[in-house]
């Protein structure tokens, strides 16, 4: 499958929609998603990216439907990772003296994966590759979301080849953005940010407002996974320019697990108890160990507070909870409060732990956390609704 973005720009990627776990097994696509390439062709002609190693053989035939191989002048590895460099090998095997662009961190991640030593040509932002009657200007982007990723910028076409940036794990036939759910759209690009950009908030905003400075028309932004911003594409970057804010909404998620239902009555009394306090908020509850991962970090993303429990085991929490415990210390959460909750038995450490472990992944503490012995009783029940209430108000001050 290819399809023609604007007369001299074809796109050659792949949509996967079998994809339901991404890095390894570390990440949700419940839609699928697309390893997006792209041609552009003028008096020279550049591939900018490839796609996934899986679809190696299946991308180069495509594209030997499109050009002859050789008349590939520049390839344009905007990034590493192997969902856009994984056909490059192969590709490379044929076409084994065409120039590779890429950052000098992009060389090292190249080499590092592949253990080739091409025909690297090393850019900076501001550097220019001159297509004929356009230029291709690349941008540097380290860390967002790896230290070699990169952007390109067409001029005469204005498009931004984004690379992961603005991507969404999406798979579709219709691959713009003014044809799909915007629902689903949104849903999913806010997922991809808030579980692979959150920790490069702040180079995040610092990119985005560099590029503005530069005055470039943006008509289009084509990233490399999902679908392609043509319909004012300036509602994705104020988007991320929103999210890179230390974002929340009018939101609270208590996330918890549970042996025999005890923490799980807290948690929903907690929950009442908030609602009671403040009708205007949104409480939202997630079994951890029946949840998705990847949707909960989404929602502990657009939430102010989050509430974390389990009942103690062998001195400790739960390992569900100690998971999710570890990806919100990674993502490095900013300006999010936090409080902890649970039953126990006998020894009753685990609240102790989860509050000194949310404190550490940057979160304020509301309060020492609250504690029930054994299954909650009916004014077990009635603390944790105060405890609700206690914390519905506060966050409402
Ligand atoms: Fe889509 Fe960072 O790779």
Not at 190 to 201: D, E, Q, R
């Amino acid at each position: 499958m290819s399809f023609t973005i604007k007369e001299n720009i074809t796109w050659v990627g792949k949509i996967d929609w079998e994809l339901r776990k991404f890095h390894g097994e570390e990440y949700s696509t419940h839609r699928g998603s697309s390893y997006n390439s792209y041609l552009v062709r003028d008096k020279k002609t550049a591939l900018i990216d490839t796609v996934w190693t899986l679809f190696t053989h299946e991308f180069i035939a495509n594209l030997q439907k499109e050009i002859p191989l050789d008349k590939i002048d520049f390839i344009i590895a905007n990034h590493a990772e192997s969902d856009h460099s994984g056909a490059l090998p192969q590709l490379m095997k044929l076409i084994p003296d065409k120039p590779v662009y890429c950052t000098a961190n992009g060389v090292k991640s190249l080499k590092g994966h592949y253990h080739q030593d091409w025909n690297f040509k090393i850019v900076k932002t501001g550097d220019t590759l001159n297509l004929g009657s356009k230029e291709l200007v690349f941008i540097e982007a380290q860390m967002l979301h790896w230290p070699d990723s990169m952007m390109c910028y067409l001029t005469g076409d204005n498009i931004l080849f984004s690379n992961d940036a603005f991507g969404q794990h999406i798979a579709s036939e219709r691959m713009y953005n003014d044809q799909v759910d915007q629902a689903e759209l949104f849903q999913e690009a806010i997922k991809y940010y808030a579980n692979i950009l959150t920790p490069f908030s702040k180079l995040v905003d610092k990119k985005i407002k560099d590029v503005l400075a530069l005055n470039l028309p943006v008509d289009m932004i084509c990233p490399s996974h999902g679908v392609i911003w043509r319909d004012n594409p300036a509602q994705i970057i104020q988007k991320y320019l929103q999210w890179a804010a230390d974002y929340a909404e009018n939101q609270i998620a208590i996330v918890y697990d549970t042996m025999w239902d005890g923490t799980r009555k807290l948690a929903e009394a907690i929950a009442k108890g908030i609602t009671q306090a403040d009708e205007s908020v949104a409480v939202k509850l997630f079994n951890i160990a029946r949840s998705d991962k990847n949707d909960v970090i989404t929602e502990i993303f657009k939430s102010k507070a989050v509430l974390v429990g389990s009942p103690t085991i062998n001195k400790g929490i739960l390992s569900a909870v100690a998971a999710i415990l570890e990806e919100i210390k990674g993502l490095g959460f900013k300006n999010k409060k936090a409080a902890a909750f649970g039953c126990y038995g006998w020894s009753g450490e685990s609240v102790k732990i989860i509050s000194s472990q949310l404190k550490d992944s940057g979160f304020e503490l509301l309060n020492d956390g609250l504690r029930a012995q054994w299954n909650p009783d009916p004014d077990a029940v009635a603390q944790a609704v105060d405890f609700g209430k206690q914390i519905g108000q506060q966050l409402n001050e």
